[in-house]
């Protein structure tokens, strides 16, 4: 029995051997041979579509470069226009200088509408040049005015040309001096049927302003004046109108009261203390009732509500205008609020009219309609 079971025995433990030898080849022959991947699917490429053929764009050939003597020429500033003398049978007297003015033409053919700009400078300084005189006549010009800006004899000497000294002549540059000067130039220009057709307006800014008020107001005859020879209408930018006035200014913290300078420039220039002779050398104390034989001639009086020249001044005007009876239909009075500007330097300043209009656009329209 022991003997039968040996080899059964030695069978057993030799298959299992094989067995066991089997299965570790097996598992060793796996792990260092890959798994074979899985060979994706292609996905099917999309048929390419037939090509269109690309126009070649037409080449434009390059212009033929324009010779330069066929070039239009480029503009060439104008220069400003230069002073030239009045004509002489308005000029001063030999001795006292020379009355220049510098025109300003329209576009087209005279004769025009005129206008005589008056510069500013209380009544010792001042010239015809600068920037803002300069543009005022260059709008006035282009709006169809012809346009001067005129000189006339300072307090004290030596502004024009030839105008002798205060220890040669103390009356040069005093009144009437200035105002004359002004009238001179209202009356050359109206000579002028070239270029002017008869119409004229002044306009004047602070000194130059008074002035133009001046003008307009004189209707006594004189050797050089009447009242048919007054410009037709004027326009005060900040003018002096009361010499004597003296009424305190109620400005803000931010604004000076100008009072004191003016009492000195109105009493240098009319070489008086005298506050009753500084009122008779004023404007207001030209006014007088109009007539149908001496009519009043429009006027436009403007300022600022912290103008360097008193406020008062277009008080003064203006209550000089209704103790006479004056038509309110013939004057205007303007005055742009929360500006200290002057003179000309209101010209691009705004209204408080709905929708707001420059001061230049109301002068334009009140030269327009006594003018044109």
Known sequence: MSTQKKPILTNLFILTCTALFCFLFILFAMRITPAAKATPTPTPTPPVPPCTATPTPAVTPSPTPTPCSACSPHETPTAPPTATPIPSPYQLPTGQGVLEWRPFAPSGTGPWPSVILVHPGGFYAGSMYGDTLEVVAQDLAAAGYYTLIVSYRLAPCGQIQGQPCHNVDALTGRPPQQTDDIKAEVRALRADITHCNGKIGVVGGSAGGSHALFVALDTVTSSNWSAVMRPDCVVGLSGAYDFSDRTPEDYDVHH????????????????????????????????????????????????SQY?????????????????HSVSSSLYQVLTISDNSKQAFALWYEYDDSSPPQQVKTRVISFLDKYLK
């Open 307 to 323: 103008d360097p020249m008193p406020f008062h001044q277009i008080v003064d005007i203006q209550c000089a205008f209704q103790t």
């Open 256 to 303: 000076v009261d100008p009072v004191s300078t003016f009492a000195y420039d109105v009493t240098n220039y009319t070489n008086s203390v005298d506050l009753a002779v500084q009122k008779s050398k004023s404007p207001v104390s030209l006014v007088t009732t109009p007539t149908l034989s001496i009519p009043f001639k429009p006027a436009f009086v403007i300022n």
